[in-house]
Each structure stands twice: as structure tokens, then as C-alpha cells.
């Protein structure tokens, strides 16, 4: 029999004893607690209380539904909001892209190779059908959907009723370069993440290493975020940077920062994948990780 | 009336619901937990868990010994070690100079900024008499105890006594270029910080620099760590490291290499101070900093 | 005899040969080349050449005057601007300073330990009594010019007329929280190093901890610039970053900040005294370190 | 008519006058100077001069072979050592691997995007037949050479036999997990780069992430280095290094390292394609990139 691993995530007011309460609870149902992280984050007038539990059933009689409901009657009876999430069970993922390659290879060659286990690429999706042999490359189907006419609300329905119809649960922004409606972000509140190739907030919008070019900067960056209707505005998920010198035009610059992309971007989608990160109103917890 | 602070320190072989146990103990004291982490090791054969706990009485009958007997009897129950800290005992200090001032001016600056509220520098200790005038600038004591006729053992025997005296609680280590007796060490076992201004392991011994430069490495760095009976060997507890390049002789990677000695010392002196490491073995476990 | 060291910094349009004529002069001219660096950089519509070049003169009869002229009438002949600076000549420093110490006991211990061999630390300045203790420690003069009824303008013209009158080559702002005005900016063109406590151009103005803070930001920074008319808008020199995370609060995120900004002043400023930085336009050449 | 460009690569005993010698001769001969960088380096007893001049000529009438017979005519007469490259002759690459794929994906994926525009990579070779399927996706001939009965004599004389029929000017090992026998290394001198998956010249020889854990450090890195008989002593080209902490066992530092050891190798291989290292003895000087 199998061992079922059980990722859940917390988030209430900061109150007495709900780290005993929860603990407690997972102890007396005979859970194994694997990981165990928490924090307080002052929100405007609120401290809350943020948790995230990893944990192992030996049972043999584990029912994931019976597990869901019980802990659900819990979290009522605590006062507590939560999400459950069963390691065995693996999330839906399409990557949009334009034309540049370096974040799609970064992400499927990691695929290829087993480093996000509990995902499921299941469509490369494009606005252009230039990175269409990378696809193929990797036996992901491919789906081509111009603009045409500038009319992006009739492109945008295609692609919607398409992820919707896959049942996807993760959008990844692997160098899309087009603006999404609200009605998208609202569709997929907290599951698409962007990376954004300047150091938010600074160099928001259009051609961010040209921006920080002008203006001197020493040090160039890069930011993973959901995507949020405000442009560059979403939750920070994670941000990296490398050191620059007056020797970078703007097309050296862009050649650096691929690699602070790709890697941010990567590691960003994988505390989404591995359920480490909580969103807080335009911010995040992510709760490292521990292995 | 005041509010007392206690950070608990905790390790064991790992074993269920130890996490459930502890918080609970403490949520049924009437304490409220402010942090919380844990964490398991694998030492050797035997998975070992890590927790420290910072929390706050409001109670108005808190008595000290009989909240360490309260919990040491806990303890002795569920089968733990434990090490209970009150926030608002400060450690005392002894720092060790030879004729190098910049981590002395490191850790001396921030003492007086109030940035370490819980220490107390009640001496500095040197080999040499240079640099007496720092420690007068800051009104510390300056203590010069001279090798004479290479006796090491009778000079250290000196420090020892008057660090008893005192009741110094841990010894700084900032650039004190003597290796200590075993007896020494002993005495005050994962109490001794030193710095190394080495990436450890590599480098080892004398003139890391020269080594660094002689190998022609692209990155140099700085190891803070217990100090050990096997030079250069104990526990590291912080490291950190800057990029250098063939421009760089001898002489200027010493000079660049200062800065990530003083930062690297400066936290993990931090980390000591305020209760965040637990050493295994030849390791550290080093609780982040919240707040 | 002592030998001479000279540094010269060069910029003009760029030019073929040009490279090739001031090594030369120097050479014909009995010149030691020490270090030489150069550089292009695109300034609107001109592709602009920088040159920095170190050198050494054994000649018995080297006389500066005699060399500034002969090295101005080359300039001139070939039509490139340039600076002039004698190793010898000691560069006077006056350090501003508002009730933070960090920056300045950075400054003044690196001054001691003999890190900035060709700075004079003439005087300590603040709008506040605070540091006064500071500077006596150093034994460097400390005057305190408070602003009386808000009158920034004659405080200033205090300063001003006392910088002049002790003929102070170079201005550092470590944390002096007053905003300058156009004219104290324009008496001190590009001779005032500023050290903001943010990721420019990101976080501009007031309190950037909390602006990083409310925005979620996973790296914070700080720069060091030339201070110019628009606030935080002036010449980058030098940035550097840290890495942070959910569980940092403002608090914490200004104590983490200091060690930041201390050291990217302070390489700022050595780059600044070793003449290692030309201006252009509102970006720097800051040419490497070597030795 | 094309411009050609060309990168010398020059390195002798330090003299007065070298540079003005080789930029003058470059003016007089039409070129144009596009970057110049030079360094000195002591070399035991000796102050070396190496100097990286990249230039472009625009006459009509410029003859590759002639150029070359001028210039050595000319180093010759100077006492200098060279080494010209034409940026568009093309560098044949072979890129050795195991069974894994993140190095060769990095490769692959930077060569397809047009990042290393003079590298041809000619062939990927394996003793394992793992990798196959990657090579087939970007069209690279996929040689298979087992090590058959532990005769890895003979199997690298089949690799060596291939590389010089096909005229490999670069060979890498992307995570080639065999030793090279001192006889590959003497046909291919300075001309092998090899990724070492820890800080050299910490954690030689094998599982270097096990000897981390072991030891307990706070930062892991990887180093990119020129293949020497001396295992793991090669002249490093580019190092780099990534912060862990206690909560990582070996498999995640083995993860973490990935991501570095990949591109620290791309670094390095884009340093040596675009003609910006010198070997001296067992170090590099490694000019920086510019554009």
C-alpha cells in the first residue's frame, strides 16, 4: 500500500493555540508530519496567522473525500480558511509563449527530466507559431491562436474554453507577450504566473532592459507574479538579480537577463506546483523548501 | 507589567506528534506563540528533529525557575533536550582582537546602535596592544594579555580565568590570529565564534587569500564557526561569498574580503545572540530571523 | 626619489586612433603604464569613448604643472576632454550626516584602518547633535548646523561657506536625511555621493523599507549616486541587493538594509577617490578595481 | 563588402610601451579598435601582460592569411605571443555526456536561440545512450561510446579518433561522468572545459553535493574549469554559487545545483567561444564582455 501525502495550507487571524489545535488534530487522526512551517503577516489592521502542513497517512483505509470533509468540519469549527492538496495528485499546466524560447526550454527540459513531479504540461499555447518544433520537440501539443484583426477578446475566448475544456489548473507566462483581459486574470485568480523581465516595481510595462539601460542601473532583474488586471501589479511570487556594468547596451542587458528569467520564472512555478505559496492581497508567503 | 519573552530550544529523535505535544504544552500554560519553526536532520542513522519556539507570557504570576522546572519536567516526560532563554537576559560578551579592526568596529557600531539589544560586550581581549584604542573609543574594557616567550598556555590560562570571572557567556573570535588549546575550546564548547576568512572547507589554515589567489578562483567568501579542537573544522554556521576576477592580486581580494568577514561574523554573532542555532554534530541547524 | 603616479580620465566622441595616441604620448613621454581601461557608450546620437589610464613616472625632473600643460595641449590638439589626478594629492572629504550611524562609522573606520589612503576627512556635518560623539571618537571635527524655524537656505549656506572655506573636494551623504537644494547641487556638480535606501529607480523618496515592504518585494536594495537637482534621480554609482522574504517586517527590513547600504557607499566612495568614475550625462563609467 | 572583424589575443612579459606598440599598429593598418582590454598578472617571478583587442577593418582588399602573416611578423618583432581569431570562422563544438540532460539542454537550447553564434556544435557523445533522444530533437549527430569490459583506453581513442576527423576545435563536458585520460587531455590542452558540481577547490572528486551536506555549509556553487591531468585542478574559467541552508538534504542540494552548474558551464563556453580567455599557468584571466 501507498503512502498518501497531503499538502494543506492555512490562513486565519492570528489566534491562540491554532498551532497546537491543528498539530493536534493531525496527530490524533494519525498523521505523520513531515514539514511543518508558519508565519504571522501584518495585514492592514489584522495580524494573520499563515501555516502550511505536509504530512503521510499510513492507513490503509485513507479515503481522500472522508479526509477532505472531516478536515473541512475542523477548519469550520476553528475558524480557519483552507486548502488541501493530495501529492499524488498532479496539476494541469499550459504555457503560453510568443516567440522566445529560453522559459519554455527551461520549463520542459525540468519536466523532461522529473523536477516537477506532481505536473501535467498538458499544451503549449501561442500567439505565434514560431516555437511550434519546440513543442514538438517534447510531444506537448501545440495550439495556434493569432490575433487577427487586433481583435484579442475573440482570441482570448478560444484560449480560455481551451484550458477550461482541459481542466487546467496552472497558466505559466513563459514570455507571452500580450496583455490579458480581467476577465482571464478573473478565470484564473492567483493560478497564471507571469514573469515580468525588469526588477518590479521598477521598469514596469514595455522594454524593461531598455528602461533600466537609460537610467544607469548597476544591477538588472527579474519578477515572477501572478497576474493581476493592474499590469506588473500582481503578487510578487519571486525576484532575482545579477550585477551589470557600463560594458551593457540594452541588447547585452536582454542577453543577461534570460537567464535571471528563466530561472526565476522556474522557481516561482514550482513553489506554486509544491503548494508553498500563499497570497495575501497584492503580497505572498513562500514557505520554503525543505527535502 | 511587562510582558516576558522565552525561546525554547529543542531536539530529539524525531517522533509523532512532538510538535502537537509541545505547542499544546505551551497554548495550555497560557503562553501565545509569536515563532515557531522546526525541522528535520538526518544525523547518521537517526532522522533528528529541531524546533524552536518564541513565545510571550502576559501572566502576572510568571515566575523564571519554576517555568524552567515546569518544562524541564515536561521535557524529561516526552523525552527531548531543551534550552530555555529569557529574552530579556542579555549574554555577556568577550570579544579577541589581534591588530585587525574591522570586524572589532563591526561588531562595536552595532552594539551601539542597539542592534544587538541582547548582548553585553564586557571586554575585548587581545594578543596585541594595537588596538586598545578602539575599545576605549566605544568605553569597553581592553584587556592585553601578551605570548611571552611563546607560552601560550599561561596567556590562555589568563583569558580563561578572567572570562570566568566576568561570567562571560561567548567569545568572539573577530580576526584573533592564535589557535586555541583544546582546554579552551572545552571550556566553552559552541560558545567560541571565529571567523574565517576562507570559503571553508577549501582554504584551510594560513593566508586563504594567497591560497585563493594561487588557485585563480572566480569567487572568494568568509566562514563564520564554532571553533573546534581541528582547526578550521567546526560547526559553520554562516558563509558568504563575493566575485572577484583576474585584476584582483593578493592585496585586494584581502581588502574585498573584509567586508564579507565583518557581514558574515556580524550574523552569525546575530544568530547566536539571539537563540537561533542548534548545533548536531559538525553541523548547524540556524532558525531564520522573523519579524 | 618617490615615483609619480598619475590617473588620467578621458572622454570624447569617439575617434579612430585614439587609443593608440594617448598611449603613445604617454610612452614617448617616459610614462609607465599601469592600468588602462576604456570604453564606449551610446549617448543619444554620439558613440561616446572613455578612457581611464594609470601610470607611473620615474623621471628625477617630473614636474605637475609642466605635465598638465603638455598633457592639456595634447588634449586640445586631439580634441578630448580630460581630468588630471596626482596619487599624491590627498582628496578632503566632508561627511554629512543626520542621526544614523551605520554609514558613518563605515566611513570613518575604513578611513582608519588606512582603506582610502587618498581621502582627508576634514569634518564631520549634521543637522543634528546626535553623532557629535562619532566624530570625536575619530578625532574629526564635528559641526552641527541645525535648521532653525525651517530655514533650510541659510543652514545651508552655512555648510556651503564652510566647505569652501576649508576647500572640501568631495561631499558624502551618509543618511543625511535633508534634501538639497539646486544651489548646494550645483556648487558640488557631481562631487556629492548620495546613498538611497532603496532599489532606485524603484522606491524613490520617503521611507522605501515600507514602500518595499507594502509591495512585497523579495530582494531589497540600495544605491549610491551623485546627487543631482531631481531627487533620486542622479547618476547611479553603485547598487547592491539582499535577498528577503515573507517573514521580514519594515523593522526588519531596515536593519537588513543598513549592512547594504553601508557597504555600497562605501565602494561608491572609494570609487569616487581612486578616480575610477567618469560622468555621463545622468549615467556613470565606473571603471573595475585593480591591483 | 562585409566588415571583418577580428579578436587578438595577446599575452607576454610586461614592457613599457606595449600598448601604444600593438594600438598604433592596428591604426596604421586601418583597423578600428572596438573594445581593448589588457591586465597584468604576476606570474611567480614574472609581471605578465595580456591584453584581448577586438577590431574591425573596412577595406575592400583584407586577406585573412595575409593579416595573420603581417601581425605575426609584427609580434614577432615586439616579443609578444598571439592569437588571432576571425569572428567568422566558426568554432566546432562536441559536447560529452552521461545521462544528464540539464547542461545539455542549456547548451542545446542557448545554441538554437542564436546566443553563441560562433559555435557550430558538431556532435554530442556519450557513453551512455541516455541522452540520445535530446540530441535527436535539435538535430545533432548522437554518437554512442560504451566502455566496454573497463576499456576506456580504447573507448576514448574512438572519441578522439572521431573529434579529429571532424575537426572539433571545443569539446565540453556537460556532466561527462568518466575521467579523460591524460592523453585526451594533452590532444585537447586548454581546450576541454569541464562543469565540476562544487566549489572547487572545496569538494574534489566525487559526490561533491554528499560532501557539502556532510559538511555542513551555507552555500553550495559549481566551477567551470579548463580539464588538466590533475583531477579537478585545471585553470578555473567561471565559478558561481547558490545559499542553502540546514533544511536541504543532499537530493536538494543536488537539485539547487543544477541550476548553477549549468550556468556557470554556459558562461564559461561563452567566454571561450567569443576568444575572452587567456590561460596562464593554472589560472585564467577571463576579459569581461562587452556590447
Same mark, same amino acid.
Given at each position: 500500500?501507498?503512502? $498518501?501525502r497531503i499538502?494543506?495550507? &492555512? ?8 498551532i ?9 487522526? %494519525? /498523521? =505523520? ?14 495580524? /494573520?496567522?499563515? /501555516?502550511?502542513i505536509? *504530512?503521510?497517512? $499510513? ?6 473525500? @472522508?479526509?477532505?470533509?472531516?478536515f ?5 469549527k ?6 488541501? #492538496?493530495f501529492?499524488?495528485?498532479? $496539476?494541469k499546466?499550459?504555457?503560453l509563449?510568443? !516567440? ?14 522529473g523536477? &516537477? ?5 498538458? *499544451?503549449?499555447v ?7 518544433n519546440?513543442a514538438? !520537440?517534447?510531444?506537448?501539443?501545440f495550439h495556434?491562436?493569432?490575433i487577427?484583426d !487586433? ?16 481542466? &487546467?489548473d496552472?497558466v505559466?507566462?513563459?514570455?507571452y *507577450?500580450?496583455?490579458?483581459?480581467? @476577465? ?17 516595481? +521598477?521598469f514596469?510595462g514595455? =522594454?524593461p532592459?531598455l528602461?533600466?539601460y537609460?537610467?544607469g ?6 519578477s515572477?507574479?501572478?497576474a ?7 503578487? &510578487?511570487? $519571486? ?9 551593457? %547596451?540594452p541588447?547585452?542587458?536582454?542577453? *543577461?537577463? !534570460? @537567464?535571471?528569467?528563466?530561472?526565476t520564472?522556474?522557481?516561482a512555478? +514550482?513553489a #506554486?506546483?509544491?503548494h508553498?505559496?500563499i497570497v495575501c492581497?497584492?503580497?505572498t508567503?513562500v514557505?520554503s523548501?525543505?527535502?
Amino acid at each position: 500500500m501507498d503512502k $498518501e501525502r497531503i499538502v494543506i495550507l &492555512i490562513h486565519c487571524p492570528d489566534k491562540k493555540g491554532i498551532i497546537a489545535k491543528v498539530t493536534s488534530w493531525c496527530y490524533e487522526n %494519525g /498523521m =505523520n508530519v513531515l514539514h511543518c512551517q508558519q508565519c504571522l503577516l501584518q495585514d492592514e489592521e489584522t495580524m /494573520m496567522f499563515f /501555516m502550511r502542513i505536509e *504530512m503521510e497517512t $499510513e492507513s490503509r483505509d485513507f479515503n481522500r473525500s @472522508d479526509f477532505e470533509k472531516e478536515f473541512g468540519l475542523f477548519s469550520v469549527k476553528e475558524g480557519f480558511s483552507c486548502e488541501i #492538496h493530495f501529492a499524488g495528485q498532479k $496539476e494541469k499546466v499550459a504555457v503560453l509563449v510568443s !516567440k522566445t524560447s529560453h522559459c519554455l526550454y527551461e520549463i520542459l527540459s525540468h519536466y523532461e527530466e522529473g523536477d &516537477i513531479p506532481n505536473a501535467e504540461i498538458s *499544451m503549449v499555447v501561442a500567439n505565434h507559431d514560431t516555437l511550434r518544433n519546440v513543442a514538438d !520537440k517534447f510531444d506537448i501539443p501545440f495550439h495556434y491562436f493569432p490575433i487577427i484583426d !487586433k481583435d484579442k477578446v475573440s482570441q482570448e475566448r478560444k484560449i480560455i474554453s481551451l484550458l477550461k475544456q482541459e481542466k &487546467i489548473d496552472l497558466v505559466i507566462l513563459a514570455r507571452y *507577450m500580450q496583455i490579458l483581459t480581467p @476577465d482571464f486574470i478573473e478565470e484564473y485568480r492567483n493560478r497564471i504566473i507571469n514573469i515580468h523581465h525588469g526588477f518590479l516595481p +521598477a521598469f514596469q510595462g514595455a =522594454n524593461p532592459y531598455l528602461q533600466a539601460y537609460n537610467r544607469g542601473v548597476k544591477i538588472i532583474g527579474a519578477s515572477a507574479h501572478y497576474a493581476s488586471e493592474d499590469l506588473d501589479q500582481g503578487p &510578487i511570487i $519571486e525576484q532575482d538579480t545579477v550585477r551589470v556594468n557600463h560594458e551593457a %547596451g540594452p541588447a547585452l542587458l536582454r542577453e *543577461m537577463g !534570460k @537567464d535571471v528569467e528563466k530561472r526565476t520564472l522556474m522557481r516561482a512555478v +514550482a513553489a #506554486h506546483l509544491e503548494h508553498r505559496i500563499i497570497v495575501c492581497r497584492n503580497k505572498t508567503v513562500v514557505f520554503s523548501k525543505e527535502g
